[in-house]
């Protein structure tokens, strides 16, 4: 049964086992409620713990139930039920409290906790909001302050805080269970504290308020849940506990069926699926016990960096003692910077570098397990230092280029042990940025392409794995995404009004600021490299940019001005006298939502062109792609959703 119980003297343990997570389907709620009325009516039920089986109390809702139609016993009745039962009923968390797992938890008259447990409220993350009492609830437990952050700003607190806080109202080192059973015993011997949602909230003055919807605001980026979730809790504090209920589950109830919620389970069952491909699931991954990076430079740094994170020790090699001697302060200096902001501390800081050793000699690669090439984007060079890892490495040594757009074919011809080989597109900043190209040749073998989508995993990135083309998924939808917003340039659509369309729609920066902050002379090297290898480029506005000195951010001015020391874009008039010869088009006004229509169209229509062809296995990896590696905003879902939607 999803819902077990059993006695221990006059306490009774109810344990939800409802894997992989516990989620609080239609049955376990079914259950939890026919529990309460049963405990209540008999006299021998002094008290309730309620656990969750395995290493999670609940994750939060059935996801799969949004689908569909809502059906009874709504989760809000049960918090309620157990809330009001006349036997007090004792959460036993002994790992996560998620969504309306933390929402069942705050409908328990107690919380019993380990230092390991984990609480958060991340409806937001699907487009919605608690819809069973967390953000009313939860303010009247901790101080407010913090209550906001958690229902709007997924703020994450572990067993220790929320002890200090006041959501848990004992910490144990003990098996959480054991402990709550003999915590309840004593607590029945005491007058009972008032249940979460009779409790007065800590005064917050109307300043901190404002300020919290000032900055829920700004983290939000046009995501309409944040919003929502905090004006659901304001209520509560300033008209009363109902009228928050109220206000929170008619909230739920119309995010539910929205559009950006449908979006964003879309991509959460994409995220989800992303490490464990079908073809691969019977395939066991090769051991990464050490990783070598040839190249430090940004996204050598980068990998190594990512790969520290995860506890893997690398080797660095460069061509040089002052660019090894940089790439290893680098490397100090990003640690430090995250103990700074207390994500690590000082002996993280140390541990990390410990697990770094720098090397001018391939031969140090000897014991690594898979070696990744991250050199400067030239067929010459990359084969060059296959050639010589080829030499150096062991035979078993998987070895990957972390190429961006040239053939990984062509890099790995003549490698002795081709299947060996594979491509691992990292993006920059490589310990940042979540997602992976995973590119195997024809050559690779099954147990390579797993070991890839076994690295990713642990190092926390999103992997989807791309057939082979100029540019892979990625850069190939941006080649167009980019042609087709100066296809409008030549229309006379203003540059300022592109992006400033393109962020309204929920991106960072559009596609001019964005290249401006990359540098035009990126892409302008790899056309100037097809072009030396005779391949027909057409010249492009951004070429006639470039030849000008103007390559962007770096040079002072690129599609913009920039002031120094400055990054804020200014419209300039001396890129549009460059330009004037190549566009000469009289200015033309198009709405933002034809902006956006035009150039959201263009990136799904090459996405369709990569199914076809084989590149991308299904839309959603096309979209996966393009939220965690080009910013797509998560709330459209992607290109290939969006349109689908239409």
């Not at 979540?434 to 990713?456: D, G, N, Q, W, Y």
């Not at 229309?491 to 929920?506: H, K, L, P, S, W």
């Not at 040079?555 to 001396?574: F, I, K, N």
């Amino acid at each position: 049964m999803a819902v077990q119980h059993e006695m221990r003297g006059d306490v009774v343990v109810v344990t939800i086992n409802n894997p992989p997570v516990n989620a609080l389907g239609k049955a376990v709620r079914q259950l939890l409620l026919e529990l309460a009325e049963e405990f209540d009516a008999d006299r021998t039920v002094k008290a309730v713990v309620l656990t969750g089986y395995g290493r999670v109390f609940v994750g939060g809702a059935d996801i799969t139930e949004f689908e569909k139609p809502l059906e009874p016993p709504y989760l809000p009745d049960v918090v309620a039920r157990i809330e009001g039962a006349s036997k007090p009923w004792i959460a036993a968390l002994g790992g996560a409290a998620m969504g309306g797992g933390l929402e069942l938890a705050l409908g328990c008259r107690f919380r019993v906790a380990g230092a390991d447990a984990r609480f958060a409220l991340p409806e937001i993350n699907l487009g919605l909001i608690p819809g069973s009492g967390g953000t009313q609830r939860l303010p009247r437990v901790i101080p407010v302050d913090v209550a906001v952050r958690v229902v709007s700003e997924n703020l994450v607190l572990d067993g220790r805080r929320a002890a200090e806080l006041g959501l848990v109202d004992y910490l144990t080192e003990l098996p959480v269970v054991d402990a709550a059973v003999e915590f309840a015993r004593s607590a029945i011997a005491r007058p009972l504290p008032t249940a979460a949602s009779g409790r007065d909230p800590v005064h917050l003055e109307t300043k901190a308020l404002e300020e919290a919807d000032a900055r829920v605001r700004r983290s939000a980026r046009s995501a309409a849940a944040p919003l929502l979730a905090f004006a659901a809790l304001r209520t509560g504090l300033e008209r009363g506990v109902e009228a928050g209920l109220e206000q929170e589950r008619s909230t739920f109830l119309h995010l539910r069926d929205s559009r950006e919620a449908a979006a964003l389970r879309y991509l959460f069952f994409a995220e989800k699926a992303a490490p464990r491909p079908a073809d691969l699931r019977d395939v066991e991954p090769l051991p990464i016990k050490k990783v070598g990076v040839v190249g430090g430079g940004k996204m050598g740094v980068g990998i190594a960096v990512a790969l520290r994170n995860a506890g893997i020790p690398v080797v660095l090699a460069d061509r040089d003692v002052p660019s090894l001697g940089r790439e290893l302060n680098e490397l100090r200096a990003i640690f430090a910077a995250a103990q700074k902001k207390g994500v690590i501390s000082l002996a993280d800081v140390e541990a990390r570098m410990d697990g770094v050793s720098g090397t001018l000699a391939f031969d140090a690669f000897s014991d690594c397990d898979l070696v990744v090439e991250a050199v400067f984007e030239d067929l010459a060079v990359k084969r060059d230092v296959f050639s010589r890892l080829a030499q150096a490495c062991a035979q078993e040594t998987i070895l990957a280029t972390n190429t961006s757009y040239m053939d990984p074919r062509q890099i790995s011809d003549g490698l002795v042990r081709s299947e060996r080989f594979i491509g691992l597109h990292f993006f920059s900043p490589a310990q940042v940025m979540k997602l992976l190209e995973i590119v195997p040749t024809p050559e690779t073998r099954p147990a390579v392409i797993a070991t890839a989508f076994e690295l990713a995993r642990r190092l926390g990135k999103v992997p989807v794995r791309s057939g082979i083309c100029e540019g892979f998924i990625g850069n190939r939808i941006l080649k167009r995404y980019r042609a087709d917003a100066e296809a409008m340039l030549s229309e006379g659509v203003a540059i300022a009004d592109i992006d400033a369309a393109m962020r309204g729609f929920g991106y960072a920066m559009g596609p001019f600021e964005m290249q401006d902050m990359a540098g035009l002379d990126i892409s302008f090297m790899h056309r100037e490299a097809a072009r030396a290898r005779g391949e027909s480029i057409p010249e492009t506005p951004g070429d006639l940019l470039v030849r000008a000195g103007r390559k962007g951010q770096k040079s002072g001015g690129g599609w913009y001005d920039y002031a120094p020391g400055e990054r804020t874009p200014l419209v300039s008039a001396d890129a549009a006298r460059i330009l004037e010869a190549m566009l000469g088009a009289r200015p033309k006004q198009l709405s933002a939502e034809a902006i956006v229509d035009r150039l959201v169209s263009a990136m799904a229509h090459e996405g369709q062109a990569i199914l076809d062809e084989g590149i991308a296995s299904k839309p959603s990896d096309i979209d996966l792609v393009e939220v965690h590696g080009y910013g797509f905003p998560r709330r459209h879902g992607g290109p290939m959703f969006r349109m689908s939607r239409r």
